[in-house]
């Protein structure tokens, strides 16, 4: 049985959640699932913006057929070719042989590679500013690559002033029938997730993603329809503002997020009485993470809101705590620059995390790494006590 939704006048959603998803794309958990988007217009000429996942395909072929009423399907743009948003072509392409997939030629390719298809006369390779005539409505191509793959295009419709924006203002989560962004109390429930979502899909490529939204900034844009998370039609530069921050690596909120990764909990007890010292000396909304238990997309997230950072590991096998060393090595990975950062140290006999880290920090961009770097020798004594009281007025200054 269908589920749809009409979005416009001849716009239609035909998404679908998969709420038994543990892991987006095997790698990042989502504990409420995911969405996924895909449209249709309605037009002289009928046009599917995108595909979907394999487990929501049937829904998804459910709504298409409900949607067209027995008449054809005459475009596929293929916006994206990630297989979340491409695993149904190949059904599509037997259900209706006369179909055309639009799409950038690294797209055509990369079908071919995917689906072993061959789509010699079937496809119309566009590029930047490149047209496609449906009716009413016209579609004009803009490139966005690595917004998150070399392939992608977003797409602009001037008739209804909608942008289909591919994988940018996307979030984790399975949606439940409130489909636009106005509809639930976004800032409070969703905000988060989809932070989670650009720095940990998107977040290594800043410089596109701002050359996206300066592509965008040009364009009399009404409506946002992502691929993955909630349609926006009000409040649109809320997402925007929100993109501009995020791919400038700009942090959302001035204050000190303290990350510690502890083996016996005396590195964690240092964590915890820095964020206690940090709030005598009147910082507000300190957050205290265990590296160990909290899922490392969440602390890439974390890091990339955060303006001040403190990083508190033990020594473990002559290296950095293993947990640690992968968000580490994780937000290096995603380019997070621009960041003032503490350092804290345990080790029993040979301590090496502090070298290792700082080590990290310098192959990263523009962190103020400060003064001083704490060293534990298996727990606080007085002398590290002392040593974290002047590294809280360190950071405490910083933020003034």
């Known amino acids: 049985m269908y589920n749809v939704r009409k979005i416009t006048e001849d716009i239609w959603w035909l998404g679908a959640s998969d709420r038994r998803l543990a892991l987006f794309e095997n790698t990042y958990p989502v504990p409420d699932g995911m969405s996924y988007n895909n449209y249709v217009i309605m037009d002289e000429k009928t046009c599917l913006m995108d595909g979907i996942d394999d487990a929501v395909t049937r829904q998804f072929m ?35 042989p006369e179909l055309t997939i639009v799409g950038s030629a690294k ?11 061959d789509l010699q006369g079937k496809a119309v390779i566009v590029k930047e500013n ?3 005539e449906l009716g009413r409505h016209t579609l004009r191509f803009m490139t966005a690559p690595m917004v998150h793959w070399p392939e992608v295009i977003v797409s602009y419709d001037s008739a209804d002033g909608v942008l289909f924006s591919a994988d940018a203002f996307g979030a984790f989560g399975a949606m439940s029938g409130n489909i636009f962004a106005d509809e639930v109390d976004w800032e409070r429930d969703w905000a988060d997730e989809a932070r989670r979502y650009y720095v940990n899909i998107v977040g290594k490529y800043g410089p596109q993603v701002t050359a996206l939204l300066k592509k965008a900034s040009a364009l009399d844009i009404r409506m946002l329809l992502p691929l993955h998370g909630h349609i926006w039609r009000q409040d649109l530069q809320l997402i925007l503002d929100r993109y501009a921050k995020w791919a400038s690596y700009t942090p959302e909120v001035n204050s000190v997020a303290v990350f ?41 997230s974390r890091a990339f809101q955060y303006s001040t950072l403190v990083f508190a590991s033990s020594t473990y096998n002559a290296e950095i705590f293993d947990n640690m060393h992968l968000l580490l090595t994780d937000l290096k990975n995603h380019n997070l620059s621009g960041r003032t950062v503490g350092v804290i140290e345990n080790g029993s006999w040979a301590s090496m995390a502090g070298k290792k880290m700082l080590e990290l920090f310098s192959a990263m961009k523009n962190m103020n790494v400060l003064e001083p770097v704490v060293s534990l020798t298996s727990s606080v004594d007085e002398k590290s006590l002392a040593a974290i009281r002047k590294l809280a007025k360190a950071l405490a200054d910083s933020l003034a």
């Open 260 to 300: 510690f990764g502890s083996v016996y909990g005396n590195t964690g007890n240092a964590a915890d009485i820095l964020a206690m010292e940090l709030a005598e000396l009147g910082v507000r909304n300190v957050r205290v993470y265990d590296v160990s238990k909290t899922m490392t997309s969440e602390l890439v």
């Open 130 to 132: 490149d047209t496609l």
């Open 107 to 117: 797209a055509i390719q990369m079908i071919g590679q995917f689906y072993h298809i």
């Open 62 to 96: 459910d709504n298409l057929d409900h949607v067209l009423g027995g008449r054809s399907l005459d475009y596929m743009v293929v916006q994206h070719m990630e297989p979340d948003h491409c695993s149904a072509i190949p059904e599509l392409l037997r259900r209706f």
